[in-house]
């Protein structure tokens, strides 16, 4: 009997799945380890760089100071 014309086990079937099968969420992109730490200037403090960090947890140091100035479409409003 020629082994094609062979009933595959469910063993079988499954390992031929297996390799079958395509990566849940696409390819997988190969990139270098990094680490992303920023130092606040201030004390010296290193912490985990996250978009949005605005304020040293230790010290208080502002590393941002956003002030909203008038845009296209939006205008700051007086309250007075």
């Known amino acids: 009997m020629n082994e094609k014309d062979k009933t595959l086990s469910y ?3 499954l390992k031929q799945q ?3 099968q395509e990566n849940y969420g ?3 992109k190969a990139e270098e380890a990094k680490m992303e730490v920023r130092d606040c200037p201030e004390c010296g403090a290193g912490r985990a760089f996250h978009q949005g ?3 040293c ?3 208080g140091f502002k590393f941002m100071d956003i002030r909203l100035t008038d845009g296209l ?3 700051k409003q007086n309250n007075s």
Do not use: D, F, P, S
């Open 26 to 28: 696409g390819e997988i």
């Open 57 to 59: 947890a230790y010290c």
């Open 53 to 55: 960090l605005t304020v």
């Open 11 to 13: 063993l079988e079937r």
């Open 73 to 75: 479409y939006i205008r």
């Open 18 to 20: 297996a390799v079958n």
